[in-house]
């Protein structure tokens, strides 16, 4: 389940992270759902702006998963039990 969809706990800890998860999420369905329609790959991944687009999603994911991790090391920090569980499981 992901975290930003499924869960309010983190949400109101990083206000900004989750917008932008948001954006991502939602421009990369509407990719998926223009692509679904074409039903060519190489005529889908030929629209133009695709590789661009796909770019800023990954910058943007890449800039998301910095500050969860800083996120959860104030957690571990706080607690330090937490140092014995991954981010995933966190």
């Known amino acids: 389940e992901n975290i930003f969809v499924g869960s309010e706990d983190i949400r109101p800890h990083l206000p900004d992270e989750s917008e932008l998860f948001d954006n991502v999420n939602a421009g990369f369905t509407e990719m998926m759902k223009r692509i679904f329609e074409v039903k060519n790959a190489v005529k889908a991944c030929a629209f133009p ?22 996120y959860l090391e104030k957690k ?4 330090p039990r937490f140092y014995f569980l991954s981010n995933d499981d966190l």
Do not use: H, V, Y
Not at 49 to 70: C, H, R, V, Y
Not at 76 to 79: E, G, T
């Open 49 to 70: 702006g695709t590789l661009e687009k796909l770019m800023e999603f990954q910058a943007a994911l890449d800039k998301i998963q910095k500050s969860l991790n800083d």
């Open 76 to 79: 571990r920090m706080a607690f």
